[in-house]
């Protein structure tokens, strides 16, 4: 979608090094050549950005770090950039490298340099306590490099907001801003590499890798300005157990301001649009489970390439107040409903606290609808949710397993699912997600690319788990008793329902490779790439 300004048939080659600057510019031109962030909003709200190459410049201009006008980006860029150059030498003071005067290391002194010193390396100690376990599995957040890099920003943060400090979760939030970065910066070195001098200076400038740590550090503390109400909770109280003691105790959370959010969320937005649900899961803290979701703004709950599409849609439309997070928490409740509804107390737990995997564009077009309902639709999920009320709850829970309801799933009784059923509904999905990506960017006169893009749907019908809807070799069997989630494509006329292609309309010879023949090409598939044949 980036790429309409590309014309395929210039006279430079396709292949040169120029095309890829070409392109990457072509990109910024079709983000940022805008009179305000109205068009980029959108953009980010419908999860166009999922595979831009500068997500992180959109954030900064969606949380309105970057002012509109873009010919002022560099110097406002350049003031943060030095800003927290000054925070960093202001608290990043060593004893032992300057004169101390009359202050020694044992000094108890308010004041005293030493003693600051002591109660910094403390806090950095707890910070890498939990740096380390970040993103495990992820190699970018093990290295020493990027642990120094998260620890100086949570260090520096909490210097400079003494009355929150550093909070358990804060580093989930700065992971994925600092992944984002990474990115950005990652493919603008690519495109230098093909050709340094054509890549504009404001470019290299703003996605200059040698400012990631004070680039993180201003979006990180402008969400945490929106986010510290989640982190912030009186510690301690004064309570006399005894009438001669005074004991400082930790605090309940009842009166904080995340537990009134979330009583909010339950008792007002939830009875709102779920009563059912709502009468459910009363007896159910949801402090339990819900200052996870508030405090890591989702991120435990969905994979981190799903995790940035949800970010894109909070920081678009409410950049001041996140308050499309309160909906973004009904609509997860929701798309688990069926599973919840069949579910005692200790199973809704377990489905609440290990989240199952839903197709992220559903949650945020419900919460978005449920935001504002004048200007966003109802997705045709949540109405075969409402209406599938049969055996919503039984007195002997038999079935433990998690469920992974999605978009495209019809809610009908299934039978027990294994992991190997959940990775071929995720690959499903995924299949699906992409096709609806690329589809409405694929012309019509390209029939190479549309035989990719219907091949999609033939996969994403061999990989269903509902029986009856493709058969190899056979026409679509139009089964009345499971329905289909209906897709468009330029073929189907606006509104109208569209099942997977009959497998006699494209031969099978697509999947496989020709038999006793050690090539391994395969037949019927495309011989070029069909997405460089576009014409826009």
């Known amino acids: 979608m980036f790429y309409i300004d590309v014309d395929e048939n210039s006279s430079v080659d396709n292949n040169s090094e120029n095309v890829s600057v070409r392109l990457y510019e072509t990109e910024w031109r079709y983000l940022f050549n805008i009179a305000n962030t109205d068009e980029l909003r959108v953009t980010a709200i419908k999860a166009k950005l999922r595979t831009s190459r500068f997500r992180s410049v959109c954030w900064r201009l969606l949380l309105e770090i970057l002012p509109p006008n873009s010919s002022e980006w560099l110097t406002t860029i350049e003031k943060y950039r030095s800003l927290y150059d000054q925070i960093k030498s202001t608290h990043y003071n060593d004893p032992h490298t300057q004169d101390s005067g009359p202050d020694n290391p044992l000094s108890q002194d308010e004041n005293s340099i030493w003693k600051q010193y002591f109660k910094d390396n403390e806090l950095k100690k707890i910070i890498e306590q939990d740096v380390i376990r970040t993103s495990p599995g992820v190699e970018y957040f093990r290295t020493n490099k990027i642990r120094n890099i998260m620890i100086d920003i949570l260090f520096c943060y909490s210097r400079e907001h003494p009355d929150l400090s550093y909070r358990q979760g804060m580093h989930e939030v700065l992971a994925p801003l600092l992944f984002v970065l990474h990115c950005d910066h990652q493919a603008l070195i690519h495109v230098l590499e093909q050709s340094s001098s054509d890549v504009s200076d404001l470019i290299q400038k703003i996605l200059d890798p040698k400012f990631l740590e004070a680039d993180a550090y201003s979006l990180f503390s402008t969400i945490m300005e929106i986010m510290k109400e989640y982190y912030n909770i009186n510690d301690f109280v004064e309570s006399t157990p005894e009438p001669t003691k005074h004991v400082k105790t930790t605090s309940s ?50 994979i981190l390439i799903d995790l940035l599409v949800l970010w894109d849609a909070i ?11 309160n909906h973004i928490f009904v609509a997860m409740l929701v798309l688990i409903r069926v599973q919840l509804l069949k579910s005692d107390t200790t199973n809704c737990l377990n489905f609440l606290m290990r ?70 509904e995720l690959c499903r999905i995924k299949l699906l997600q992409y096709h609806s990506i690329l589809d409405p960017a694929v012309p019509i006169h390209n029939k190479e690319a549309r035989q990719a893009l219907t091949g999609m749907l033939e996969l994403c019908g061999l990989l269903s788990s509902r029986q009856g809807i493709i058969e190899m070799g056979k026409d679509v069997v139009r089964s009345t008793a499971t329905p289909i989630e209906t897709l468009l494509t330029p073929e189907t006329p606006e509104g109208g329902p569209l099942l997977p292609p009959p497998a006699s309309a494209i031969t099978m010879k697509v999947f496989r490779k020709t038999e006793n023949s050690t090539d391994s090409m395969i037949q019927g598939a495309p011989t070029k790439n069909p997405l460089k044949q576009m014409k826009r």
């Open 253 to 302: 959370t009842s009166d904080s301001e995340v537990v009134q959010k979330l009583s909010k969320i339950r008792d007002t937005m939830l009875t709102k649009h779920d009563p059912e649900l709502y009468g459910h899961l009363v007896d159910i803290s949801f402090t339990t489970f819900g200052l996870r979701w508030l405090r890591l703004l989702f991120g435990g709950e969905f």
């Open 355 to 424: 989240y199952p995997h839903v197709d992220v564009m559903a949650v945020i077009e419900y919460a978005l609808h449920m935001f504002d309902p004048k200007i966003y639709i109802m997705p045709s999920i949540m109405n075969s949710l409402k209406q599938d009320k049969g055996d919503n709850i039984k007195s002997n829970i038999t079935e433990h397993h998690i469920e992974r309801p999605s978009k495209f799933i019809s809610y009908v009784s299934r039978p027990t699912r294994n992991s190997a059923d959940d990775l071929l």
């Open 315 to 325: 920081f678009a439309t409410s950049p001041q107040d996140f308050a499309l997070v």
